[in-house]
C-alpha cells in the first residue's frame, strides 16, 4: 500500500537522507508535500523530482525566488510558520516527517497529531521542549510517534514483541563525537572544522556539535524518556566508539536485547517509513561481524561530558528546564559556529541559562515559546557583552 509523506526539512541531512529512501521504493512511498528553509537550488531539484502537490519555504522572498525558477504551476508554495504547519497538515498526506532543525518544528508537529497523521520524528526539540504536551496530544488522538533518530528506533526494534513493563534499563549508545579521545584540557584551543569532524556520521553542522559536546545524547535522554514512559533512572548512556551497537534494552531476567548496523541513518529512517513492516534496503552495507572487529564500551565521565550531566538535570527537574537547556544550547552552538565563543563555552552558557531560570512546573505552549525566546535573549546577550 502506498504510504503518501509530507517531509518537513528536505533539504537538511535527515530529510535527503529520507528522499534517498523514497527513491529506492517509489512502489511504496510518495511526496505529496514538503518544506524548506532558503536553498532554492536543492529544494527545486527535490521538487523536479518528487513533484509534491504543496511546498513550504521559510518566507516570501524564497517562495518568490523559488516561484520564477519554477516551470510548473500545478504545484502550490506557502511560506513562513503557516506554510510549515500547511505542509504538515496536508490532507493528502498519511505520515508527517519532520525533519526540520531547531523548535520550530514544534508547532507543526503538534497540528499534524491533531490531523491524526503518523509521525516520524527526527525533531528532537520537538520533545525535549514539550514532551509532556506533544506525548498527551499524541495519546489523545491515538497518533504513534515513530523515532527516525538511530538510537530511539533501535530501542523500538528492541521492544519489538516485549512489555514496556519488563524492561528495567534503556541503554543509548554515544559515539563520543569528534573529540571523544581527548581530555577536557585538549579542548580549549578547538577550531570548528575540528569540532564537525565526526568519525562516524555524516550529519549537520549543529548535530555534529553536540555529538562533540554529548548534548545530543542528553536531547536523546530525554526524548527516551517521553517516548518510551522511562524514568530517567532507568535510562544509561554508554560510549561506544564503533556506533555499530545503536542501542540496548534489558529486561528484568537481566536479557538484553541489541540493535546493531552498520553507522547509515537511511536504515532508522526507512524503519519508520514502513513500520511495521521491513523492506529490503540495497544501498545500505552489511554487518559482517567479523570485519567490525572488537567493540568497545566504556562508561561515561560526567565531568568530562559536563553537557550530559546538565542535560539529565534539566530532564530530572522538568517543567520548562528542559526548554531552557535546548534553547541556551542552540544559541550557544550558533555562536561557536561563528567563531565568537571557543567550544568548551558552550556548555558554560549553557549552565548559565539552567542557573537563572526560575522553573514553571507545567508550562503551557504559549510559556514554552516565551521561555525559548526569553532564555536566546540571555545567551545572545551574554556572549555579545562578553
Known amino acids: ?148 533518530d538511530s538510537e530511539h528506533s533501535a530501542i523500538l526494534q528492541s521492544l519489538q514483541g516485549h512489555n514496556l513493563e519488563d524492561v528495567s534499563r534503556l541503554i543509548l549508545t554515544a559515539s563520543g563525537g569528534s573529540f571523544r579521545d581527548r581530555t577536557k584540557a585538549e579542548l580549549e584551543n578547538v577550531t570548528i572544522d575540528d569540532a564537525l569532524n565526526h568519525p562516524n556520521w555524516s550529519m549537520g553542522a549543529k548535530i555534529t556539535i553536540d555529538s562533540a559536546t554529548l548534548m545530543n545524547k542528553g536531547l536523546e535522554v530525554i526524548e527516551a524518556h517521553w517516548l518510551f514512559d522511562m524514568p530517567y533512572e532507568k535510562i544509561d548512556v554508554v560510549l561506544h566508539k564503533e556506533s555499530i551497537v545503536h542501542s540496548l534494552v534489558e529486561y528484568h531476567d537481566k536479557s538484553v536485547i541489541a540493535q546493531l548496523g552498520s553507522p547509515d541513518m537511511k536504515g532508522p529512517i526507512q524503519y519508520a517509513l514502513s513500520y511495521p513492516e521491513r523492506l529490503e534496503l540495497a544501498s545500505a552495507k552489511r554487518l559482517n561481524l567479523w570485519e567490525a572487529g572488537s567493540l568497545h564500551f566504556e562508561k561515561v565521565d560526567m565531568d568530562r561530558f559536563h553537557s550530559l550531566a546538565l542535560a539529565y538535570e534539566a530532564g530530572i527537574t522538568g517543567g520548562s528546564m528542559p526548554t531552557v537547556l535546548n534553547a541556551a544550547n542552540e544559541a550557544a552552538v550558533h555562536h561557536f559556529l561563528e567563531g565568537r565563543i571557543r567550544f568548551l563555552e558552550i556548555e558554560e552558557f549553557v549552565e548559565q541559562a539552567l542557573q537563572k531560570h526560575q522553573v514553571i512546573p507545567f508550562p503551557d505552549l504559549q510559556t514554552i515559546q516565551e521561555v525559548d525566546r526569553a532564555t536566546r535573549r540571555f545567551v545572545n546577550e551574554r556572549i555579545i557583552t562578553s
Open 1 to 148: 500500500m502506498m504510504k503518501h509523506i509530507s517531509l518537513l526539512g528536505a533539504t537538511g541531512s535527515i530529510g535527503e537522507q529520507t528522499l534517498e529512501v523514497v527513491r529506492l521504493h517509489p512502489e511504496a512511498f510518495q511526496i505529496t508535500a514538503m518544506s524548506f528553509g532558503q536553498n532554492v537550488e536543492k529544494g527545486l531539484k527535490a521538487i523536479n523530482e518528487f513533484k509534491p502537490k504543496l511546498v513550504a519555504v521559510k518566507n516570501d522572498d524564497v517562495k518568490k525566488e523559488l516561484e520564477q525558477a519554477m516551470t510548473s504551476k500545478d504545484i502550490s508554495i506557502v511560506s513562513g510558520l503557516e506554510g510549515l504547519i500547511e505542509a504538515a497538515v496536508y490532507p493528502d498526506s498519511d505520515m508527517t516527517v519532520n525533519a526540520v532543525l531547531g523548535s520550530i518544528g514544534l508547532e507543526p508537529t503538534l497540528a499534524a497529531i491533531e490531523a491524526r497523521k503518523s509521525i516520524g520524528i527526527a525533531n528532537k526539540e520537538t520533545l525535549v521542549t514539550a514532551g509532556h504536551i506533544v506525548m498527551e496530544k499524541a495519546k489523545e488522538h491515538g497518533v504513534q510517534l515513530l523515532p527516525i
